[in-house]
């Protein structure tokens, strides 16, 4: 078996600090691309709640146009026929 020098061990503690500085390197990328994703799915919350708002306000609008349109259908028929008794 080899013997364990001061040498060997200081050879082989420079390469686990080497390899815990890739480590570290690739954690913080990592990190860096979590909080890229969070950034652009919150993004697409807010583009997504921007949506709902919009739609509401579109069926508002088509239900009182819808509304209108059967009030001024209903005075056409009146019209057309005569008051009803």
Do not use: Y
């Not at 890739?22 to 993004?43: C, F, P």
């Not at 997504?48 to 088509?62: A, D, K």
């Amino acid at each position: 078996m080899a013997e364990v020098t001061s040498e060997l061990m200081c050879d082989l503690l420079k390469k686990l600090n080497h390899r815990f500085d890739k480590v570290d390197i690739a954690i913080g990328e990592l990190r860096a691309d979590n909080q890229t994703l969070r950034s652009q799915l919150h993004a697409l919350q807010g583009d997504l709640n921007n949506l709902r708002v919009t739609i509401g306000h579109v069926e508002n609008r088509l239900d009182r146009i819808e509304n209108r349109l059967e009030l001024r259908e209903l005075q056409e028929a009146q019209a057309r026929f005569g008051p009803q008794p």
